[in-house]
């Protein structure tokens, strides 16, 4: 089965991303081997970016709000062109102040899901459901309209 890791910088502490998280993760299941590593946060930047390169296997793609526009069409293409060179595919959510090269350089893809900045956990529940909506639009099956 195609692997996909999630690795971000803190906790969902807020309940209603955590049960929206876990949810969508559930869900995925059903398609993918799916990991979520939670990396604490840190004192400075450089240790947060330590951590996370630690964590970084397989194909990595960097949330960014300096990345590529994305829409759920070309995250799900992303996600399928991804799988058929590699069988686990990172995405990495950084902390509030964001990333330094040593993450960026191991990124092969910067996606944004809009130029608004997200609270870092709504950002994750984000992206845990636009890669259910992904693999619902991958398998054809309605959920995606």
Known sequence: MKKIKIVCVG?????????GCNEYLKR????????????PEQPTVKKECD????????ECVLL???????????????????????D???FVIGGAAG?????????????SFGRVTYPHQIARLLLCEQLYRAATILNRIPYHK
């Open 28 to 39: 995925l299941k059903g398609f993918y081997d799916v990991t979520e590593i939670e990396i």
């Open 99 to 111: 990333v330094d090269d040593s993450v960026r350089a191991l990124c092969s893809k910067r996606i």
């Open 51 to 58: 951590e996370l390169v630690k964590r970084i296997t397989g």
């Open 11 to 19: 906790k969902a502490s807020k309940s209603f991303c955590r049960d």
């Open 88 to 90: 686990e595919v990172t």
């Open 64 to 86: 960014d709000v300096g990345g590529d526009l994305i829409s759920s069409e070309d995250l799900s293409k992303l996600v399928h062109d991804i799988h058929t060179r590699r």
